[in-house]
C-alpha cells in the first residue's frame, strides 16, 4: 500500500478536473491530479464535438446578463441563480484565457473574431467552437499541456477512487486503487474537488464514456454531502439511431442541424416540431427538454420512424455545402453507407447529461467541510433542462473556481489524516478482494449482467416518460439489486481483476440510481427533462429543489427554497 500527501486532491481530469489543479496550484497549493483513466483522455471533455456558451458579443450584441436570461429560461424555474449566474458572468475570461493558449477558437474570416453560431434555446449568436467536430478534444489537448507545465500538480493515471475518508465530520482524504495491478494507494488532502463527470452510463442508451457511472456523487453521498436536483437527467434529443453508425460519435448531428438547418420530420416525413408550441424552420431552435418530448409522443401516436425515432434530413442542402461544412465528415458517413445528398437518417433521444449533483454555494463547496465539485458534478445551475454549450463553459468555470477557492481555504492548515477514518475503506477493499480470490475456477461474474439489468430498467421506467407506478417499481428493483450486491458472484483473481473494478462502479451505481428515481418519484409534476405521464402539468408548488443525503445507510430527501439573485448586485460583489 502507497501513502501519498497533498494540499489539494482532484477526482476526474476532464476539462473541470484539469481547470481545477491548475487554479489551486496557481494559489500555491500542492495538487495531486487523479483519473481512472488518462490524464485528459477520459470523461465527458475530449467527447464533445460541439459548442461553448459564452456571450463574447463578437457576432450579436450580447452580455452575460441576456446568457444568464436564456439559461435560467432553459432551467425552467428552479436553476439556482447564483451558480447560473457565475457561469454566465465568468464564461467570457475562461474562452478569452483558452484563446491565449491557442486552442484554436474558429474565427470569423471578415474580421479575425471568434466565430459564434446560434444553438438550440439562445437568443443571440454565442456559441464558440474549434472546427465544430473537434472542440472538446482542443480543449482537452489544450488543458493537459497547460497542466503539464504547471509547477506544483502531480499527475496519477489510472486511479479508481473506493471512498473519500473522513475525521470529525471534515473530508480529509481518500481511499483509491491503481487499476492495472489492484495496488491501494492512500491519499491525506487538506481538501478534495470532485470533477468525475456525470451518470448517463446509467441508462441503457448513452452518449457516456465508460466513466459516467455517477462516481462523484456516490463518493459525495457516502461521504455525507447533500445532492440536489437528482432527478434530471438530460436526454439529448437527435442521438443517431439508424441506420448502424461505426466510429463516430452518436450526437454528432447537432452542429450539422443548426448550422446547415437539418429539417427534423416524422414517420410521414412531415415537420412537426409546430405541433408542440415551438416554431422550428429547420434551424434546430427548439430546447432539448421539448425536441425530446416530441419525438417520443409522436412516436406514441403511431407517426414515428421505423426504428422508433424520427427523421433529420439535408437533402434539401446542396452538396457543396454539405462539403464546405464538414468535408472529411460527410466521407466517414458515406463510408458507413449514408449520404445525406440522398438519405435521412434516423435520430432519437439519448441520455447525455446530468442536471443534478453535488450542492454547492456560490464557492463550490459541498456541505461537508474539505469537499469541492466542479464541472457535471455540481447540481444546481441548470435547473430542469440544460441550455445547449453551456456544459464546458461550466466545466472551465466552476474547475477554475473550485480550485482557487480549495487552495485558498486550505493555505497554512494542517493535514488532517488518521489511519482510523480510511479503516472501512480498507476493510471492503479486503473484503471484496477476499470474495473473489474464494470465487471458484470458471465461475461466471454477475457483475455485468447486473449492470445490463439496472442500464435497462433505468431507460424503461426511469427515463424520458415517468409515471408512480414505473417509478415504484423501479425503486423497489434498485433497493434489490442493491441488497444482493454483497453476494454477487465475482471472478478470481486479485491483480488485473475487471470485475472487482466492475463490484464498486456497480455500488456507486446503485446509489445514484436510487438518488434519481426517489427523486423523481417525489416530483409530482412535468418540468423540463422530468415527464411524468400521470402529472403532465408544470406545478408552481414544485418550483423548488430536491435535496437527498444518506443517513444511517439509507436516502432521505427534503425541498429547499430557491436561490435567487439580483443580477446587478451579484456583479458588484463579483467586482468587490
Known sequence: MTHLETDVLVIGAGAAGMYAAMAAAGEGADVLLLDKSLIGRGGATIMAQMTVAVALGEQDEDDWRRHLDDTLKAGRGICNEEL????????????????????????????????????????????????????????????????????????????????????????????????????????????????????????????????MGGDAY?????????LVDMEFPQFFPIGHLAPRLVGMDPIMWDPFRYKLGGRLLNGRMEEFMHTYGEVDDGTYNAPRDITS????????????????????SFTHVPEEELRAAFGPTIDLLLK??????????????????HMGGVRVDGRLRASVPGLYAAGEAVGGANGANRLSGNALSEAMVFGERAGRTAAQDVAGTAQGWTEAAAAP????????????????????????????????LMWDKVGLMRTEDGLTEALGEIRAMS??????????????????????????????????????????????????????????????NQVVRLRDGRLESEWVALTRIDPARFEEEEAA
Open 336 to 353: 458507413n453507407g449514408i449520404d445525406l445528398t440522398r438519405d435521412a437518417v434516423e435520430v432519437a433521444p439519448i441520455a447525455h447529461f
Open 425 to 456: 475503506a480498507l476493510a471492503l477493499l479486503d473484503q471484496v478482494r477476499a470474495r473473489a480470490q474464494a470465487t471458484p475456477e470458471g465461475a461466471v461474474a454477475e457483475t455485468t449482467r447486473t449492470w445490463r439489468d439496472l442500464q435497462a
Open 84 to 211: 447560473s449566474a457565475i457561469l454566465c458572468h465568468d464564461a467570457p475570461a475562461r474562452i478569452r484565457e483558452m484563446d491565449g493558449w491557442k486552442v484554436g477558437w474558429a474565427r470569423d474570416p471578415g474580421n479575425d473574431r471568434i466565430a459564434c453560431v446560434k444553438a438550440p434555446g439562445h437568443s443571440a449568436k454565442r456559441c464558440v467552437y474549434v472546427d465544430f467536430l473537434d472542440t472538446g478534444p482542443a480543449i482537452a489537448q489544450t488543458l493537459r499541456t497547460r497542466v503539464g507545465r504547471t509547477r506544483g500538480v502531480t499527475r496519477l493515471s489510472g486511479m479508481s477512487v473506493r471512498d473519500l475518508t473522513s475525521d470529525g465530520g471534515r473530508v480529509v482524504g481518500a481511499v483509491a486503487v491503481n487499476v492495472e495491478d489492484g495496488r491501494v494507494v492512500t491519499v491525506a488532502a487538506k481538501a478534495v474537488i470532485l470533477a468525475a463527470g456525470g451518470l448517463t452510463k446509467l441508462f441503457q442508451r448513452n452518449s457516456a464514456s465508460t466513466n
Open 483 to 544: 441488497a444482493a450486491l454483497p453476494d454477487l458472484t465475482l471472478a478470481r483473481g486479485a491483480r488485473f481483476n475487471s470485475v472487482v473494478e466492475e463490484w464498486f462502479e456497480l455500488r456507486g451505481a446503485l446509489q445514484c440510481a436510487e438518488a434519481v428515481t426517489l427523486s423523481a418519484l417525489n416530483r409530482r409534476e412535468s418540468r423540463g427533462a422530468h415527464q411524468r405521464l400521470d402529472y403532465v402539468q408544470t406545478d408552481p408548488s414544485f418550483e423548488r
Open 293 to 312: 418530448y416530441a419525438i417520443v409522443k409522436e412516436n406514441e401516436a403511431g407517426r414515428g420512424s421505423p426504428a422508433g425515432g424520427a427523421y433529420l
Open 218 to 226: 456516490a463518493l459525495a453521498l457516502r461521504a455525507g454531502a447533500d
